[in-house]
């Protein structure tokens, strides 16, 4: 099959690419920059302008990929409505859209369609703030399975603490906290995807993975130094600090989780999420964006998931001009997280080795 073809190129040109440097050098886990009741985050506000990203932006037509004689059919309203996002045949993922990133995001679902075994039975719940970009998704791939949400801003502008970097500030990093609530109540399961990643496997092994017990899922690193994402206000107050007694908290990446979203929505987390994020206000617990909140309601109860599922980091620094490689081991998911993206890199023709690998599902700019 041809997906089965591209699929074996991409080893083969990654491979070539461990050979050729240097070494496989291991470096600490990087929050990924981009991650980020129900009536109000629906609703747009009247107010807001949307930016017509069509004059900003230009992408070519995606190949239609169409499902294997094993995988079915499914029903579907063009329009995203109706029952048809129910259906239990249907794999769901959730993405952020907005302009600065909206590029990666086109390369994500790109590569999810073309390795897909499946690709008519994926689901997109893509999350946007401040931005029309319903239109440009549709042209871009005409026959996908989709539904726009709209998160608004205020919902955590007063929750949000200043950061290390201003781009873990933005309001649309912690749409994902609100998955529960802003999806359908018939979806039960969803893969939250960050937008500077492409996934180079078919992404429904990542949807049955097993999370046994526990509400999330995603690979966990527990090598890297947890202590580091709190600051020293928080492990000196046995208030905050208690909080991980009788727990093995290890460093996961909010880039790429599975979400239960039944039992989020029966737990609550949500609200639990909210309430660190209060705290951090007040006294000052972590330096990071999105990600401690995540951790400190999570770390120590995640299913585990093999780490082919997130190679993070690829970004790399860009004030440094760093590069990074892969992780040891196979590859299911490459993810850009870091200062650096692979499309600014590869405009200004000063790539690093592995943004070749992002490159093929570019589809930024008109047909040659």
């Not at 749409?175 to 018939?186: F, G, I, Q």
């Not at 909140?293 to 690829?314: D, K, M, S, Y």
Request: charge should be positive.
């Amino acid at each position: 099959m041809l997906w089965i073809m591209r699929l074996s190129g991409f080893f083969s040109a990654a491979m070539v690419m461990i050979v050729l440097s240097p070494s496989l050098q291991s470096f600490p886990p990087a929050e990924a920059i981009r991650s980020s009741h129900l009536d109000s985050y629906l609703r747009l506000p009247s107010k807001v302008s949307p930016i017509d990203a069509s004059t900003r932006f230009s992408f070519r037509k995606a190949s239609v990929f169409r499902n294997a004689d094993e995988c079915g059919s499914t029903s579907y309203n063009v329009n995203g409505g109706g029952a048809s996002v129910c259906d239990p045949s249907l794999v769901h993922v959730a993405i952020t859209l907005d302009v600065e990133y909206l590029r990666g995001s086109i390369a994500a679902v790109h590569s999810i369609l073309q390795h897909s075994t499946c690709p008519e039975n994926i689901f997109f719940h893509f999350l946007v703030s401040d931005t029309n970009l319903e239109t440009l998704v549709r042209s871009t791939f005409p026959q996908l399975k989709f539904k726009v949400y709209y998160f608004d801003p205020e919902i955590v502008r007063n929750l949000i603490s200043t950061s290390v970097r201003q781009a873990l500030e933005q309001p649309l990093n912690y749409a994902r906290n609100y998955l529960a609530d802003l999806l359908e109540p018939c979806v039960r399961r969803v893969i939250y995807l960050d937008s500077d990643l492409v996934v180079v496997d078919d992404i429904a092994k990542l949807w049955t993975t097993s999370l046994g017990s526990r509400t999330i899922g995603a690979p966990e690193y527990c090598h890297a130094n947890f202590s580091k994402y709190f600051t020293a206000t928080f492990w000196s107050d046995k208030r905050f600090s208690a909080t991980f007694n009788g727990r093995k908290p290890c460093y996961f990446n909010t880039g790429v989780v599975v979400i239960d979203l039944v039992k989020w929505r029966r737990v609550g987390y949500t609200r639990r999420i909210e309430r660190w994020m209060e705290i951090q206000k007040s006294d000052r617990i972590y330096e990071l964006g999105s990600l401690p909140p995540f951790l400190l309601v999570f770390a120590g109860h995640v299913a585990p998931i093999e780490h082919r599922w997130n190679q993070h980091g690829l970004g790399g620094d860009n004030v440094r001009g760093s590069c990074r490689n892969l992780h040891p081991g196979p590859v299911s998911l490459l993810h850009w997280s870091g200062s650096g993206k692979p499309w600014l890199r590869l405009d200004s023709r000063r790539p690093c080795p592995l943004d070749a690998l992002w490159a093929p599902y570019d589809l930024y700019g008109h047909s040659h």
